[in-house]
């Protein structure tokens, strides 16, 4: 088998006993990139040089590489983790210029575990999209169908992931961005729960949604990935305060006997057929595992997509006022007075979706119109969250579709942007709730486009929705099919 195609455990396990060197990995990878890359477009940056730097110590013998549980390892991260002295450029033409001061927390914490950074990926402008189109640096493809998308806006993490470049990644989920590209790619994606994961130095689009997580090849790796960036941080005021699981340990554990809930209003009209028989039957697979299946209610499901619609661009018209050309963003120099500078700086550095998100979230929360949108929202949000929490009642977990359809062709939907939004219907009511949720492999349609299987479990129990999504990849098995691209 091919280096690039193996799991991050399988990999640690040849590095460690010396079968191969870390040089000849990234070599491998780098490569790799150099020869797919063009088409998929899923880097924004490859740091050839100071990978290649950083796997020289290991194979000297100045690294550790027995002990951290990703020595050697090569991971890219999407572009909107801060990365010191390395452009962090959101998607963004505003930030193209942009080196951070420091590392986000995640990202010291993976260097600190020895993993070896090949780059950054590509992603919808300021993670606002579902298909990675919105980027200033072009669209990313979908590696199982190049006039497809990969999803979004973790779509450049989840691409590299899905076509070998790189051993597996860190997204961003603020309303699916983890998850749905996770689908479209055929790879693993999990949103932990708000606040597990330390927000600091990670560019904020919507602050009480935006979480980071792992996006992998299987779902023991995304226990890996998790175990080694969750846990508190005081630069972060809502990480949370609890004692992390040892999850790559937890997963083990066998699943006979969960209550799996079956939420009813996710299994809607309009759904691409392919997507319901293949999610169908991984309910099956997950019965056989000795689950017991109980159908629930979820009522106020419908109303997720107006709810986040409007308080994630409320949240991002604030968050972004900061790229103003002086305090950040590159600044429209020729402009002869501030508020020209300001205007032109804005004008020119922002794409058409993050000014779009900019202008609706200024309205909802301007005077006059705060209490029908914004203070609506909200109250729409803890009837969301209070569903999670009833239905969590009387079952473990929750097994749904992760998005209606499989990718849709790039341009698709760039036109219509409420049909964008539509297709986070699955999505988004979980990131409201601030619940974990992974996406795992679960079949392809007819067509050869893979399909997610969506679990969600209540607050802070990723242990348990990563063990359901193990025992169920093992019985399934469709986490280890590859691309033709890849052939
Ligand atoms: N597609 C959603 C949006 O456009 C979610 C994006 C995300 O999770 N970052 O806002």
């Known amino acids: 088998m091919d280096l690039t195609a193996l799991t991050i455990h399988e990999l640690r396990r040849r590095l460690v006993r010396r079968e191969v060197s870390v040089t000849e990995v990234v070599r491998r990878y780098l490569e790799r990139i150099e020869a797919l890359d063009p088409r998929v477009n899923s880097y924004v940056k490859v740091m050839a040089d100071e990978a290649l730097e950083e796997a020289a110590r290991y194979d000297r013998g100045e690294k550790d590489l027995e002990g951290p549980p990703l020595a050697g390892v090569p991971l890219s991260v999407k572009d909107v983790l801060c990365t010191r002295g390395i452009r962090t450029s959101c998607g963004s033409k505003i930030l193209e210029n942009y080196l951070p001061p420091s590392d986000a927390t995640v990202i010291e914490k993976l260097k600190a575990s020895g993993a070896v950074l090949l780059g950054k990926t590509n992603m919808d402008e300021f993670a606002m999209g579902s298909s990675t189109e919105s980027s200033a640096f072009g669209p990313t493809r979908n590696p199982w169908d190049l006039d497809r998308v990969p999803g979004g806006s973790s779509g450049g993490s989840a691409a590299a992931v899905a076509a070998d470049l ?13 998850r749905q590209p996770g689908s479209f790619c055929g790879v693993v994606g999990l949103k932990p729960t708000y606040g597990r994961v330390s927000r600091f130095g990670l560019v ?20 890996l990935l998790l175990h080694v960036v969750a846990g508190y941080d005081r630069r972060d005021s809502t990480s949370v305060d609890l004692p992390v699981p040892d999850y790559p340990e937890c997963i083990r554990e066998p699943v006979d006997g969960l209550r799996l809930g079956i939420p009813r209003e996710y299994f809607v ?31 106020h499901t419908a109303y997720g997509v107006a709810a986040y619609y409007i308080i994630a661009p409320a949240e991002a018209s604030s968050n972004l006022a900061r790229y103003d050309g002086v305090k950040y963003g590159t600044r429209a120099s020729d402009a002869r007075e501030l508020a020209a500078m300001y205007r032109e700086t804005r004008s020119r550095g922002f794409g058409p979706e993050v000014k779009r998100r900019i202008m609706l979230g200024t309205y909802v929360l301007s005077a006059g119109y705060y209490d029908a949108y914004y203070r609506k929202a909200s109250q729409v949000r803890t009837l969301i969250r209070q569903d999670f929490l009833d239905a969590f009642q009387t079952c473990d977990a929750l097994l749904t579709p992760v998005v209606p359809t499989p990718a849709f062709r790039v341009g698709e939907k760039t036109g219509d942007p409420l049909q964008m939004y539509l297709s986070d219907v699955f999505t988004l009511p979980a990131s409201l709730a601030g619940i974990p949720g992974i996406s795992v492999p679960c079949g392809f349609t007819s067509e050869g486009l ?4 969506q679990i969600l479990g209540p607050h802070f129990r990723e242990d348990l929705v990563l063990r359901i999504a193990r025992h169920f990849e093992e019985a399934a098995g469709f986490s280890r099919r590859k691309p033709d691209l890849c052939a």
């Open 204 to 223: 904020a689009f919507a602050s009480s949604l935006d979480q980071i997580g792992p996006i992998t090849k299987d779902v023991r790796d995304a226990a």
């Open 269 to 299: 009209e309009g759904m691409h057929p392919d997507v319901l028989s293949r999610v169908r039957q991984a309910i099956e697979t997950c019965r056989e595992l000795g689950g017991e299946v109980v159908e629930v209610s979820l009522p």
């Open 450 to 453: 893979p399909v997610g299987l």
């Open 166 to 178: 790189c051993a597996g990644s860190l997204g961003t989920d603020t309303g699916g961005s983890i």
